[in-house]
């Protein structure tokens, strides 16, 4: 993504990604009591999953856009 509105977006929905995620993480984990997802170890695994797609969006967002190959070369 080369427009600096999509990378922006994309950092957007990982940082929301990535809070829940260690919400999800957290409540699995029976570290957040409080709520029916505590310590059901589900929880666990879909908060780790989320929260690492959260991390390669941020990681995609922030990354500078690439140059390109110059003309002529395959």
Same mark, same amino acid.
Request: no cysteine.
């Given at each position: *993504?080369?427009?600096?509105? =999509?990378? /922006?977006?994309?950092? %957007?929905?990982?940082? %929301?990604?990535? %809070?829940?995620?260690?919400?999800?993480?957290?409540?699995?984990?029976?570290?957040?009591?409080? @709520? @029916? *997802? /505590? =310590? !059901?170890? /589900?929880?666990?695994?879909?908060?780790?999953?989320?929260?690492?797609?959260?991390?390669?969006? %941020?990681?995609?967002?922030?990354?500078?856009?690439?140059? =390109?190959?110059? !003309?002529?070369? @395959?």
């Amino acid at each position: *993504m080369n427009n600096r509105g =999509g990378r /922006t977006v994309l950092v %957007i929905l990982g940082v %929301i990604a990535l %809070i829940v995620g260690v919400v999800f993480a957290g409540q699995g984990a029976n570290l957040i009591p409080g @709520s @029916s *997802m /505590t =310590g !059901d170890r /589900t929880w666990l695994y879909i908060g780790i999953i989320v929260a690492v797609v959260g991390v390669i969006l %941020i990681v995609l967002g922030l990354r500078r856009p690439g140059r =390109g190959r110059p !003309d002529g070369e @395959s």
